[in-house]
């Protein structure tokens, strides 16, 4: 269906080495080699930068690997088609989310997997630069991010949720008995948050900015779970979206405080790249994330507003 000698250059693209590519195709370093210098002869072009070491693909070798990479996806999409009209969708569904958006996912997965059984879903939590990288070279099916940043054109995406954030604070703090505090208040406590790659971050930040205020952030961590570790240290307060509290609830020794002045909400998206015709994994999950779980998700929405 696709020659082979495009998975492996697919796999040498995506592992960067002669020998991890041959394994996780199964064959010899030197098969896979001489399968690259067919293709380049076939081609007329050199694809790979060569030295003693694999270093990049030359710019010819990219536009080949853009190619391998759309008719493998092809491929893909035509194996999961006769599938699904003979035993109904089965194989193997890949989605990217956002550390933050870990905590809603099984609302849609959930209802995924109950109506398409034979399908094993792997949900992997990346940052949003990583799921746009992965859904460009095809090694994603969908992500799930904040929806501003879904707005290239050849993305679609369709709304999943709105959420909104929380200060974390451990009790007897310097939050005493508030239940409420402003951003520019909070920029002042001693606080932890993700790294800056993450999109959730980026957000916050861009909240103090238009606030004119910077945070004092003296700890950054990729993990959620380490946030509220440290929360619960007691020397840290944090900033985290209410829908975490939602499903873990609030640690013990920690409260939580609305934050205000001003009141912001988030829009969360599942998206996709733009394809004709659409894989049919992509049809089937955007198909349930429309009607009953969008409505699920806003009256949550308005419930924790």
């Known amino acids: 269906m696709i020659a082979r000698k495009y998975l492996y250059l697919i796999a040498l693209a995506r592992e960067r080495h002669f020998g991890r590519a041959a394994a996780s195709c199964h064959v010899s370093p030197s098969t896979l080699s001489a399968a690259i210098r067919d293709l380049e002869t076939e081609l007329g072009v050199a694809v790979v930068e060569r030295g003693q070491q694999f270093s990049g693909l030359t710019p010819e070798g990219r536009c080949v690997l853009d190619y391998a990479q759309r008719a493998a996806a092809s491929a893909a999409d035509l194996r999961q ?20 958006a870990l905590t809603v996912v099984a609302s849609l997965t959930s209802r995924f997997a109950l109506r398409h059984p034979l399908v094993c879903t792997e949900v992997l939590s990346l940052s949003t630069d990583e799921i746009l990288a992965r859904l460009r070279s095809f090694e994603l099916d969908a992500g799930i991010l904040y929806s501003a940043s879904a707005e290239e054109t050849d993305l679609v995406r369709t709304p999943l949720c709105e959420e909104d954030h929380v200060l974390l604070a451990p009790v007897g703090g310097p939050v005493g008995e508030r239940e409420a505090i402003s951003w520019r208040e909070a920029a002042a406590l001693n606080l932890c948050l993700l790294t800056p ?87 089937a999950l955007f198909a349930e994330a429309v009607g009953p779980f969008c409505r699920q998700a806003a009256e949550a929405g308005r419930a924790s507003g």
């Open 197 to 283: 790659d993450m999109q959730n971050r980026r957000t916050i930040d861009e909240v103090f900015h238009c606030q004119d205020c910077r945070p004092n952030v003296t700890l950054e961590t990729n993990s959620i779970v380490s946030l509220l570790a440290h929360v619960c240290s007691g020397a840290w307060c944090s900033i985290v979206p209410r829908s975490v509290l939602e499903l873990i609830g609030v640690p013990d020794g920690v409260k939580a405080l609305e934050l205000v002045e001003p009141r912001l909400r988030w829009q969360i998206s599942l998206v996709a790249m733009v394809r004709e015709p659409r894989s049919p994994m992509v049809e």
């Open 81 to 100: 088609e006769l599938a699904r009209l003979r035993d109904g969708l089965s194989g193997r569904m890949r989605l990217g989310v956002i550390p933050t």
